[in-house]
């Protein structure tokens, strides 16, 4: 993999900010799983749909419904999530 | 940086001494680059070693007109230090103990994160776990690890498959053409068997795989996908 700077054309993969994330919430965040609040889908956090602007939008794979979204700037991150997350924190 | 091979004209693999070992084939990590002025810039790339590897060694695209792509595969020379982050994510991972069948499909240098699975398996002598990997490159010399997936597949009991999609060596026994669902199902266990899926490459092609993929009946929830967005750096 390699990825590139910050893009509206396209989307990556949950994946993609593995880093990010784990950054965040302090554990390894994209084998947890999210039921979609709108569709019900339950997928794992790598699977979701991430475009990147000037943040970052996790949207669910199976309806495209918005899962997380977050806000960055340099001393600040802010983090909006929607449907039901399972991760473990601490492990 | 301990040393540099070249695999092909434009990726070329660095191995490097990290303080840490035992990631899982498929992870990727960050790569920062600081300027002189305090610029920096972020990459992920994959890692291509196995977890039992002593070194971590990173393959590394050339892109053009990228911001660290470049100085990676041309200017970092042994004994070069960079800021390293990973190893980074568990989604688009395997370990034997998942078990198999295992089926890859990659798309160029999208073979990176595959290699460490299939070196993996072959480190761990697990042949038993049924493991394919379809591999689509431009020409046989944009194919990287050549020698060694050839060893791979006649005596590491992997199934390879190749397709040159720009042009064939004379006598080529593989296939000289796009990726299409023909060629998913010929290669690739059945979706009775409920292989583990592993889709790595460019964004147009991991989503024209990935949608074929389903359309064969393989479960969408067992087809880990690993996008590399459009241009690459």
């Known amino acids: ?70 806000a960055m700037s340099e001393e600040r991150r802010l983090v909006t999530m929607r449907g039901r997350w399972t991760f473990e924190l601490g492990a | ?12 693999t660095l191995v490097l001494d990290v303080p840490w070992s035992g990631h899982r084939a498929g ?85 990176v994160p595959l290699m460490s699975m299939l070196r993996h398996r072959a480190n761990r002598g697990a042949t038993e776990i049924d493991a394919r990997l379809l591999l689509s490159a431009r020409t046989i010399d944009d194919v990287i690890y050549r020698d060694e997936l050839m060893g791979l597949g006649t005596g590491g009991g992997a199934h390879l498959a190749i397709t040159l999609t720009r042009a064939q060596p004379d006598g080529w026994q593989g296939y000289g053409r796009r990726i299409d669902a023909e060629m998913l199902a010929e290669v690739g266990s059945s979706p009775s068997e409920a292989p583990r899926v592993f889709v790595c490459g460019p964004t147009a092609f991991v989503e024209s795989a990935a949608d074929m993929l389903v359309a064969l009946g393989h479960d969408p929830r067992a087809i880990h996908a690993e996008r590399f967005g459009p241009t690459g750096g």
């Open chain 1, 1 to 70: 993999m390699s990825t590139d700077p910050p893009t509206t054309a396209a989307w990556l993969d949950g994946n993609a900010i593995a880093g990010l994330l784990a950054e965040l919430f302090g554990t390894e965040m994209t084998t947890a799983e999210r039921a979609c609040a709108s569709c019900g889908a339950r997928r794992a956090v790598g699977a979701h749909r991430l475009y990147r602007g000037a943040g970052m939008v996790l949207r669910c794979p199976a309806c495209d419904d918005v899962a997380m979204t977050i």
């Open chain 2, 1 to 12: 940086m301990r040393e540099t091979i070249d695999e092909t004209a434009s990726a070329r």
């Open chain 2, 27 to 111: 992870q990727h990590v960050d790569v920062r680059l600081t300027a002189e002025d305090g610029y920096q810039a972020e990459r992920s790339y994959s890692i291509a070693s196995a977890p039992e590897d002593p070194a971590l060694q990173l393959t590394v695209e050339r892109i053009d007109d990228g911001e660290v792509s470049p100085w990676l595969t041309e200017e970092a020379r042994a004994g070069d230090q960079f800021e390293v982050r990973g190893p980074i994510g568990g989604h688009f991972s395997w370990r034997v103990e998942d078990g198999g069948p295992l089926f890859l499909v990659a798309g160029g240098s999208g073979l």
